[in-house]
């Protein structure tokens, strides 16, 4: 059975900033694309990569008459859309394998990795659904940076805690977050910031998903009621002249 959100906590999330690919406008009139830069006095580092052990172009300072945000790169626009969809693909499997909401699941994601599978946290959590090496272990996650077994595992996971708190979501993001004993301890929520700031942001994103889905059904009715009604008028007027 497919499992619904209906509650509407109103916080504030905390959104990092993400690296953005940058222009270096030279005075000679040329531009380097990089991702990120660093001045040291009369020299200024531009990385190539957001990598941190990048490649890198020095330039003297002085040479610099400005940086502003790259246009978007092909590659990487259509990179993200293959991603993207096969992430969307990934979700729906494993949404129809353990009946699990998909639009819950993709909540969950953004709110844990931003869709980064690759993403690493400080405390060690890793990939699309942050999974602890001990709790990855646990749910037999071998990679934890494949997409595919990285969700499978990290809902298996949810759908153990919305069984154990009789599918109460609160408590199961609140146990998925700050860990199962946290929430026997204080039996619900626990009073911890960045427990309430997530839960409030997973909550938040899974039913502004639903409203626009619940935004775009009449559209979509209306659309395929006007198809009809023009197939019936059409075949009214054939019907009309073979008469004739």
């Known amino acids: 059975m497919r499992r619904l959100l209906k509650l ?6 905390i959104v990092l900033p993400l690296h953005a690919a940058e222009m270096a406008n030279l005075r000679n009139g040329f531009s380097i694309r990089h991702q990120r830069h660093e001045t040291v ?13 990048s ?20 590659g990487e626009i259509e990179a993200q859309r293959r991603n993207s969809q096969d992430l969307k693909s990934i979700v729906s499997s494993a949404s129809d ?5 998909a639009d819950f699941i993709a909540s969950v994601i953004r709110a844990e990795s931003a869709n980064n599978p690759r993403a690493v946290s400080v405390k060690g959590a890793q990939g699309l659904m942050q999974l602890m ?5 646990m ?10 077994e990285n969700v499978d595992g990290g809902v298996r996971y949810l759908r153990d805690l919305l069984l154990l708190y009789n599918n ?28 309430h700031a997530y839960v409030a942001r997973v909550v938040r994103d899974y039913n502004r998903t639903k ?21 019936i008028a059409r075949r009214t007027a054939e019907e009309a002249s073979s008469a004739r």
Not at 133 to 137: E, F, G, Q
Not at 139 to 148: E, I, Q, R, T
Not at 223 to 230: C, F, I, K, L, P
Request: proline share 10%; aromatic share 6%.
């Open 97 to 101: 394998r353990h009946q699990v909401d």
């Open 41 to 53: 006095g009369e020299t200024t580092r531009l990385y190539m990569s957001a990598a941190l052990d």
């Open 211 to 231: 409203l626009a889905k619940r935004k775009q059904q009449p559209s979509a009715t209306a659309r395929r009621e006007s198809a009809g009604a023009a197939v």
């Open 168 to 195: 109460d979501m609160i408590k199961a993001l609140a146990a998925y977050n700050a860990g199962p004993h946290r929430v026997q301890q204080y039996k619900g929520l626990p009073p911890y910031r960045e427990t």
């Open 133 to 137: 090496p001990h709790t990855a272990n």
């Open 8 to 13: 509407g906590l109103v916080m504030t999330a």
């Open 139 to 148: 749910l037999g996650v071998k990679n934890s940076f494949d997409p595919a």
């Open 55 to 74: 490649g890198y172009i020095d330039v003297p300072t002085a040479h610099i008459e400005s940086f502003e945000p790259a246009p978007p790169d092909p």
